[in-house]
C-alpha cells in the first residue's frame, strides 16, 4: 500500500469536503434555475419511493414488533404492559422510523446512485453530457436529492406507521394486550413534537442519501474497480453520516422544542 | 517506415483567409503534480482538419477536452470560435460547445437512451425545435451514417463501428462548425475503420467542417490526408497526383508534452527528425 504524506492526506479529505459542499450547494440552488427535469425526478421518485418500499414495510414492521417484544419483559416487571403502545409509537416516530428507513433507503439507493454515476463517469458519458450543452448536476443530481427527500419523507410514515402495526401484531397475539388500548395509547402519547422531529429527520437524512451517492459517483475514477470502490465509499458514507446527524439534529430540536 | 502515400505532395497555397477555428496560446497542464501538456501551441484554421498523433499517454485525447472546457489549463490561453474558453464559465461554455461535436474514444453513449435519444439529446436539450423537425434531423444525421434502421434499439445492441457511428451521428446532427474525434477507430477491426474513416473524410469534404482527430494509428492518419470523399460512388477515392484536390488535411506530432512537428503529411514523411523517423516505422 502506498504510504501518503499526512499533509496530502489532510489536503484531499479538506478538498473532497469542499467539493461535496460545493456539489450540495448547487444541487439546492438549482431547484430554482431553468431547465427543470421534472420527468427525471418523478422518475427518481419512483425508483427511490417505490422501488424501496418493500424493505422499508418489511424493516419497519419487523422493528416494531420486535421492539414490543423486547420491552413486554421490563414493562411487565413494573406493571406497565400497558404502556406498550406508547413505549412504540414515541420510539417508532421520533427514532427508529427515520433512521432505520434511511439507513435502508441509503443502502439501496445511495449505492445505486453512486454505481450509476460512477458507471457514467468512467465511460465519459458525463463528459458527453457536459459537451452535449447539458449541466450533469441539474440533469442527474438535483433530480435525485429532490426525489429522495420527498419520498424518504412519505417513506418514513409509512415505516412509522407499519412498526406501530408489528407492535400491535405482538401485543395482541403473544402478549394477549386490548388492540384497542394499545393504538389508543400509542396514538394518544404522540405530540406536535414528536411528529415534527420525527418528519424533519427524514428531510436530512434523504438529502444525505442522495448528495453523497451522486458525489461519490461523480468522483469515481479508475474503471470498474473505481465504481464498485464509490459504491461501497456512499453506503458507508451516507450510514455513518445519518447517525451522527441523528444524534446532532435530536440534540438541536430538543433545545429548540423545549419539554420533549 | 511506414509507405509513403502516392500523391504526397506540397498542398496548393490556400487562398482562404486566416480564419482560426481554434488557437492554443503556450498551454500547460498536468494531473497529480505530472505534466501533461507544456507549453503547446497551435491553430486550426476553419475548414481544416488536423490530425493529432504521438505515443500512448502524449496529451492528445487532454487537448481535445481543452477545446470544450471540459478541463481547464493551468496556464496559457484557449481561443475557439473567437471565443477565450479559458475565462469562461461553465454556463458560458454551453454556448460554445453547441458548435462543437465530440466524438468519444468509446463513443459514450447513453446506455439508458435508445439510438433515436442519444442523437437527438442536443436537439431536445434546446426546447425550442419541434417534435418533427427533430426527427427529421436526427434521420437525416442517421443517414449520414447509414443507420436510419437503428432508430429504435438500446446501444448495448450495436456492435462496436455502429456505436462509434451512431457517435459521429450525435456529434453532427447539430452541424457544428467544430467535430473533434477521439480515436475513432481505436479497438475497430480494418473494415469498420474504414467505414468510419470514410464518414469523417465525408464530413470533412462534403460539409467542410473543421476537425482535430486523435489518433495513434499512422495508416488512418495517412489514408485521410491522401484520400478525398467522392459524393457520387459514396466513397473515399485516392487524391490522383496533380488533381486539384485540397483536403486540408495536417498532423501535429506530440512528445513528452510538446509539439514537436506541426505541417502537412508531405513534410511529416520527409522529417529526417530521429524520432519522427522512428515514430514512421
Same mark, same amino acid.
Given at each position: ?30 431547484? /430554482? ?8 425526478? #418523478? ?14 414495510? #418489511? ?26 403502545? &406508547? ?14 428507513? $434511511? ?13 450509476? /454515476? ?9 463528459? +458527453?453530457?457536459? +459537451? ?9 443530481? !438535483? ?33 394477549? #394486550?386490548?388492540?384497542? &388500548?394499545?393504538? &389508543? ?51 458507508? +458514507?451516507?450510514?455513518?453520516? *445519518? ?18 | ?6 500523391? *504526397? ?34 491553430? /486550426? ?47 458560458? #461554455?454551453? %454556448? ?32 425550442? *425545435? ?21 432508430? %429504435? ?32 477507430? $481505436? ?7 474504414? !467505414? ?38 459514396? &466513397? ?46
Amino acid at each position: 500500500m502506498e504510504l501518503i504524506s499526512p499533509t496530502e492526506f489532510a489536503k484531499d479529505k479538506v478538498l473532497a469536503v469542499q467539493e461535496y459542499y460545493q456539489l450540495s450547494a448547487q444541487a439546492v440552488a438549482n431547484l /430554482l434555475r431553468q431547465p427543470r427535469y421534472i420527468a427525471d425526478t #418523478l422518475q427518481q421518485a419512483d425508483i427511490i419511493g417505490v422501488g424501496s418500499l418493500p424493505i422499508v414495510v #418489511l424493516t419497519g414492521f419487523f422493528t416494531g414488533a420486535v421492539l414490543a417484544l423486547q420491552s413486554s419483559n421490563t414493562l411487565q416487571r413494573f406493571g406497565s404492559l400497558s404502556l406498550i403502545g &406508547q413505549l412504540v409509537s414515541e420510539s417508532m416516530v421520533r427514532e427508529l422510523g427515520p433512521v432505520l428507513t $434511511g439507513l435502508m433507503v441509503a443502502g439501496r439507493n445511495s449505492s445505486g446512485m453512486a454505481s450509476e /454515476l460512477g458507471s457514467m463517469k468512467v465511460t465519459e458519458q458525463i463528459d +458527453a453530457m457536459r +459537451a452535449l450543452g447539458t449541466d450533469p448536476l441539474k440533469k442527474l443530481v !438535483t433530480p435525485r436529492v429532490f426525489g429522495t427527500v420527498l419520498m424518504l419523507f412519505f417513506l418514513t410514515i409509512i415505516s412509522d406507521f407499519v412498526g406501530l402495526a408489528g407492535g400491535a401484531f405482538v401485543s395482541g397475539t403473544l402478549l394477549g #394486550l386490548d388492540a384497542r &388500548q394499545y393504538w &389508543q395509547n400509542a396514538w394518544q402519547s404522540l405530540a406536535f413534537g414528536d411528529i415534527f422531529m420525527g418528519l424533519a429527520k427524514p428531510v436530512f437524512f434523504g438529502f444525505i442519501v442522495a448528495t453523497i451517492g451522486c458525489y461519490y459517483g461523480l468522483s469515481a475514477k479508475g474503471g470498474t474497480q473505481g465504481v464498485g470502490r464509490a459504491t461501497t465509499q456512499a453506503v458507508v +458514507a451516507a450510514s455513518v453520516l *445519518i447517525l451522527v446527524v441523528d444524534f446532532f439534529l435530536t440534540r438541536a430540536l430538543m433545545v429548540m422544542l423545549p419539554g420533549m | 517506415m511506414a509507405s509513403l502515400p502516392s500523391p *504526397i505532395a506540397p498542398p496548393p497555397p490556400s487562398p482562404e483567409s486566416r480564419h482560426i477555428a481554434i488557437q492554443f496560446e503556450d498551454v500547460s497542464i498536468g494531473f497529480e503534480g505530472k505534466p501533461v501538456l507544456d507549453g503547446i501551441s497551435f491553430e /486550426l484554421l476553419r475548414g481544416e482538419s488536423k490530425i493529432l498523433l504521438g505515443a500512448a499517454g502524449s496529451g492528445k485525447s487532454t487537448i481535445l477536452k481543452l477545446v470544450l472546457g471540459l478541463i481547464r489549463p493551468d496556464q496559457g490561453r484557449i481561443i475557439v470560435l473567437g471565443h477565450e474558453v479559458t475565462e469562461m464559465t461553465e454556463e458560458q #461554455l454551453f %454556448d460554445v460547445r453547441r458548435e462543437i461535436g465530440m466524438v468519444f474514444q468509446e463513443s459514450a453513449l447513453f446506455d439508458s437512451l435508445k439510438v433515436r435519444e442519444n442523437v437527438s439529446y442536443r436537439l431536445d436539450e434546446e426546447h425550442d *425545435i419541434s417534435a418533427e423537425e427533430i426527427e427529421r434531423r436526427v434521420r437525416e444525421a442517421l443517414r449520414f451514417v447509414e443507420l436510419e434502421n437503428t432508430l %429504435d434499439m438500446m446501444p448495448a445492441e450495436l456492435s462496436g463501428g455502429m456505436r462509434r457511428r451512431v457517435a459521429i451521428a450525435r456529434a453532427i446532427v447539430t452541424h457544428p462548425e467544430i467535430v473533434l474525434y477521439d480515436s475513432p477507430t $481505436g479497438g475497430l477491426d480494418p473494415v469498420t475503420s474504414t !467505414t468510419i474513416l470514410e464518414l469523417i473524410a465525408k464530413q470533412r469534404d462534403v460539409y467542410r467542417s473543421s476537425s482535430l482527430m486523435v489518433t495513434h494509428r499512422l495508416q488512418d492518419a495517412l489514408l485521410l490526408a491522401t484520400h478525398s470523399f467522392d459524393s457520387k460512388s459514396n &466513397q473515399m477515392k485516392p487524391i490522383e497526383p496533380g488533381a486539384n484536390v485540397n483536403v486540408r488535411t495536417a498532423f501535429i506530432l506530440l512528445r513528452d508534452g510538446k509539439i514537436i512537428f506541426d505541417g502537412p503529411a508531405y513534410e511529416l514523411v520527409h522529417s529526417t527528425d530521429p524520432y519522427i523517423r522512428e515514430y514512421l516505422s
